[in-house]
Each structure stands twice: as C-alpha cells, then as structure tokens.
T-cell receptor, first 115, second 114 residues
Framework: AQKITQTQPGMFVQEKEAVTLDCTYDTSDQSYGLFWYKQPSSGEMIFLIYQGSYDEQNATEGRYSLNFQKARKSANLVISASQLGDSAMYFCAMRHAGNNRKLIWGLGTSLAVNP | DAGITQSPRYKITETGRQVTLMCHQTWSHSYMFWYRQDLGHGLRLIYYSAAADITDKGEVPDGYVVSRSKTENFPLTLESATRSQTSVYFC?????????????FGPGTRLTVT
C-alpha cells in the first residue's frame, strides 16, 4: 500500500542550528514525486520543496534541502540555520504518476525552534 | 487578487443544516481538491476534480457533495451537517503554473457544527 510515515510527532531545535525531519514512503511504483509543505500556526499550507524519483541530485531551495535516499525510501527534509519563523508543522506527501495529481500525506512533524 | 481563496473563513452551523464552502482560484488550474484537516488524521482528501464537470471521490466523501461548472470554482456542500464534520477545510489547486504541478492551498475554512 502507498503510505507516508513521519515518525517524529515533535522536534526541537536551537535557533541557527540545522534540523532533519524524517519521511519514509512506501510504494512499488518507479515514477513518483515527494513534496514537503509547511503549516505555520496561522494555518496556511506552504509548498517548500519537491523531489522527483528520477532526479539524480537532491533538491535544494534556499535553506531547505531534501536528503533523498531512494533505496531506503526516505526523503528527509533538512532545514539549515533554523530561524524562529521555522516553527511550524511540516508535512511530507507523495504523488504517483498518473494519479490525477492526488497526494498521499503523512501526519506531520511539529517543529519548535528555541531562541 | 490572484491566487486561491476560500469563503467563509469561519462558519458555525447547526446539525442538520446545509452549508456550502466556496473555493475560487485565478490561475485556471485544471485540478482542484478539497481536504479536511483534523488532529491526529492529517489531511484527508474529500473530493477532487480534474477539470470542469469532472469530479471524483477521495478518501472521505460521505456527507459531502461537490460541483465544478466553471474551472475557477469548486464549491463543497455539506448536505446535512453533523458534528463529526467539524473541521478545518482546505481547498487546493494544481496546474501548469507550478513547476512540479504542486498543489497550492487556500487559507482554509474553520467549520464548527453544533
């Protein structure tokens, strides 16, 4: 069954340090995409970063990078130099090719950045 | 304004009443989605639409109805609201304006059924 697992319900990090949020996925398909979204306390869902299953390089977007390990079926989000504004829920999601762009979502990880 | 909007942002209704949540996007995205978000359940897909007049059920469609007569609008109707439908509802859209066809979300509607 297709599934996304985020094993860390809550995480803490000191300001300016790096943090890794875990995401593992289960699929038998070869073509898929992985997404990370941020949901601050204000409630909106913000797209952060995308990794395609055929991408050879790990995706990066500013302070966000994706540690993609295809054989282990993991797509961990790395946030470098954490800022107070990074405190939020983070969701990992997966989309399969030909799946009408539907996403399968993890339950999220709550990140708190301490000053 | 460009983007995806939802109305109302907050709604309190009584059990048994019909309520419609509106979603409007200005990108002409072909795909639109309705989710509900509840503590412990993450985001669950209610209905989605691949184009005008094409809709399909998601994971939790019971008690909900959708329509899509125009590309830009995707209203969600609770035919007879129940307390279990108290939730935050998000509308999202996906199209060619996103490099990876990522979903863009509206601000959400917080619905309380009393």
């Amino acid at each position: 069954a297709q599934k996304i697992t985020q094993t860390q319900p809550g995480m803490f990090v000191q300001e300016k340090e790096a943090v890794t949020l875990d995401c593992t996925y289960d699929t038998s398909d070869q073509s898929y995409g992985l997404f990370w979204y941020k949901q601050p306390s204000s409630g909106e869902m913000i797209f952060l970063i995308y990794q395609g299953s055929y991408d050879e390089q790990n995706a990066t977007e500013g302070r966000y990078s994706l540690n993609f390990q295809k054989a282990r079926k993991s797509a961990n989000l790395v946030i470098s130099a954490s800022q107070l504004g990074d405190s939020a829920m983070y969701f990992c999601a997966m989309r399969h090719a030909g799946n009408n762009r539907k996403l399968i979502w993890g339950l999220g990880t709550s990140l708190a950045v301490n000053p | 304004d460009a983007g995806i909007t939802q109305s109302p942002r907050y709604k309190i209704t009584e059990t048994g009443r019909q309520v419609t949540l509106m979603c409007h996007q200005t990108w002409s995205h072909s795909y639109m989605f309705w989710y509900r978000q509840d503590l412990g359940h993450g985001l669950r897909l209610i209905y989605y639409s691949a184009a005008a007049d094409i809709t399909d059920k998601g994971e939790v469609p019971d008690g909900y109805v959708v329509s899509r007569s125009k590309t830009e609008n995707f209203p969600l109707t609770l035919e007879s609201a129940t307390r279990s439908q108290t939730s935050v509802y998000f509308c999202a859209s996906s199209g060619t304006s996103g490099a990876h066809y990522e979903q863009y979300f509206g601000p959400g509607t917080r619905l309380t059924v009393t």
